[in-house]
Nanobody, 124 residues
Framework: QVQLVESGGGLVQAGDSLRLSCAVSGRTFGVYLMGWFRQAPGKEREFVAAIRWSGSNTYYADSMKGRFTISRDNAKSTVYLQMNSLKPEDTAVYYC?????????????????WGQGTQITVSS
């Protein structure tokens, strides 16, 4: 089992920056990929970014490139999502997730474990 705990969400204004953290614990030796997703009310869960647990490969949704940066600190077993120039349309619950099987990184169904989510609200 893998446990994920997100933190860092909150209420911000448009143009602000925010950094989310996802602390990973448990059976981390099987982790292949860490992902961030988000889900706005009435919408499907949407891929944001992903990073390999080892190595340097990162992946982004096209709409997040240049504004969001995913990184990790293996010593702390923590993955981060730095979000800059936030917009009201970024308002959503943000989730981190673990993929153990090396599937298609932007499919939520490929991920095996999920955190509880953290709310980000961007006011205009």
């Amino acid at each position: 089992q893998v446990q994920l705990v997100e933190s860092g969400g909150g209420l911000v204004q448009a143009g602000d920056s925010l950094r989310l953290s996802c602390a990973v614990s448990g059976r981390t030796f099987g982790v292949y990929l860490m992902g961030w997703f988000r889900q706005a009310p009435g919408k499907e869960r949407e891929f944001v970014a992903a990073i390999r647990w080892s190595g340097s490969n990162t992946y982004y949704a096209d709409s997040m490139k240049g504004r969001f940066t995913i990184s990790r600190d293996n010593a702390k077993s923590t993955v981060y999502l730095q979000m800059n120039s936030l917009k009201p349309e970024d308002t959503a619950v943000y989730y981190c997730a673990v993929d153990e099987g090396g599937g298609i990184y932007y499919y939520p169904s490929e991920y095996d474990y999920w955190g509880q989510g953290t709310q980000i609200t961007v006011s205009s």
